[in-house]
């Protein structure tokens, strides 16, 4: 039910990372959680075994079927993942000519996802796509932001600022977060920057991933940093924020009951 956007004005700050480790570690608390890549990149599927060569998904289909939950695929019980898929270049331009005439069109293709009361829906937001950023931030009731801790993320935060300020004046219930990603506290840099973030954002910082060979070596096995290393400061960094984030959204962890990826007809 809950859809949790995880956007960035900037790229390369570890947004795909971030929405599939989650989806993962929300998954291990018995609770049940899909991935949906609106990356043209087509790369979050990746996170979960699909193969390189399978390039189906929902942007091909998405302005002839009104349901996207078809292009579903799991690897494992709880987790879910919705790829992008690549389109033709005539079947992109119908989708974003659809993105920017229909202000329903994405909420109406996730309907099905969305309506499920005990799914969590974590998006995946290209950081150059303002359509889908526009689509997506009503809909979002967590918004989550990774910067990394680096001199070109101070930089964007007036505009980090400005966002937030707009998503809490226009979703009520919602929340807006920073997630400061690949920390380094044999950095000075990073140090700094996360004290001015501390300072400057006491209640919008809801955690810290610290930079984490496994995270690199978790993208290139397609696995999640907790099949590659549990015990890994990554890990534990993403485990602490899924807990905020389901405590936050008034999820209760989850009774021990699965849901088999079975039921999906395109499995991965
Ligand atoms: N905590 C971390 N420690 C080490 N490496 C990391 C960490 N987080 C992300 N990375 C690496 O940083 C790179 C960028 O991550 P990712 O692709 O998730 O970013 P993105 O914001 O989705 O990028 P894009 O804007 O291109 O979609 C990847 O190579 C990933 O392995
Ligand atoms: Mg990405």
């Known amino acids: ?79 879910f993942v919705l790829p992008h898929g690549k389109a033709s270049k005539k079947q992109f331009a119908e989708y974003e000519q659809r993105l920017a005439s229909d202000d329903l069109f994405v909420a109406r293709g996730l309907h099905s996802l969305l309506n499920q009361p005990d799914l969590i829906v974590i998006a995946d937001l290209p950081s150059n796509h303002s359509a889908v950023r526009n689509a997506l931030l009503p809909l979002t009731d967590l918004l989550l932001i990774p910067l990394l801790a680096d001199t070109a993320s101070l930089s964007l935060l007036p505009q980090v600022e400005d966002l937030l300020d707009s998503f809490h004046a226009s979703n009520q219930d ?31 910082l809801l955690g810290i991933v610290h930079r984490d060979e496994s995270v690199a070596e978790a993208n290139a096995e397609q696995k999640s940093i907790f099949d590659v290393n549990y015990a890994s ?15 936050m959204l008034g999820i209760q962890i989850g009774d021990g009951s699965t849901y088999a990826h079975a039921d999906y007809p395109n499995n991965a």
């Open 1 to 79: 039910m809950p859809l949790i956007s995880v956007y960035s004005p900037k790229g390369g700050v570890g947004k795909t990372t971030l929405t599939a480790n989650l989806c993962y570690s929300l998954a291990s608390m018995g609770l049940k959680a899909i991935a949906v890549d609106f990356d043209s990149q087509n790369a979050l599927r990746l996170h979960f075994g699909v193969p390189l060569s399978d390039d189906a998904g929902f942007v091909p289909h998405a302005a002839q079927s009104a349901v996207w939950s078809e292009y579903v695929v799991s690897n494992r019980d709880n987790v």
């Open 174 to 204: 919602a929340s807006g977060h920073i997630v400061l990603n690949q920390a380094d506290y044999r950095r000075k840099m990073s140090k700094d920057v996360e004290s001015f973030l501390r300072e400057r954002f006491p209640d919008e």
């Open 233 to 247: 400061i990554a890990a534990f960094d993403i485990e602490v924020i899924s807990k905020k984030v389901s405590a």
